[in-house]
């Protein structure tokens, strides 16, 4: 039995999401949970993924259904030239996530630090646009 997903559940468009699901696995991850492909039969409608004990969505940009579907306002970040969020994970080891997320594909933004908050803290771009920050709390002497 799939759980149910969190209250707010992010939803990414993405230009090819498909190879998205895919990376996010390696990257990440990831758990697909399930992909309703379009019926073009290239470009998913629909996709759900676990990361980090958390369900993200994902579906391709229809460029076609744009001004119908959100008023022409909700396109993918490569398109927008920028993401205008940052999705945050909890993590055992900042370094090893930001690693394992380069060495997949991803670019980084900001080296895992310690921060004045109290966390190892780190994020990357990944190649679809989306940026991805990895933190966890460090031990206090």
Not at 90 to 96: G, P
Request: hydrophobic content about 45%; proline content about 4%; aromatic content about 8%.
């Amino acid at each position: 039995m799939i759980q149910q997903p969190q209250g707010v559940v992010p939803h990414l468009v993405i230009e090819g999401a498909a190879d998205a699901l895919d990376f996010y696995k390696q990257a990440l991850g990831a758990t697909e949970l399930m992909r309703m492909p379009a019926e073009d039969g290239t470009r998913l409608m629909h996709a759900a993924m676990m990361v980090n004990g958390c369900h993200i969505y994902l579906m391709d940009d229809f460029v076609e259904y744009r001004e119908q579907c959100s008023g022409g306002k909700v396109i993918g970040p490569r398109e927008n030239g920028a993401t205008t969020f940052v999705l945050h994970l909890n993590v055992a080891d900042c370094d090893a996530a930001v690693k394992r997320a380069v060495d997949a594909g991803c670019t980084v933004m900001m080296e895992p630090m310690d921060a004045f908050w109290g966390d190892r803290y780190g994020q990357v771009l990944d190649p679809y646009g989306h940026a991805w920050s990895f933190a966890h709390t460090l031990k206090k002497n």
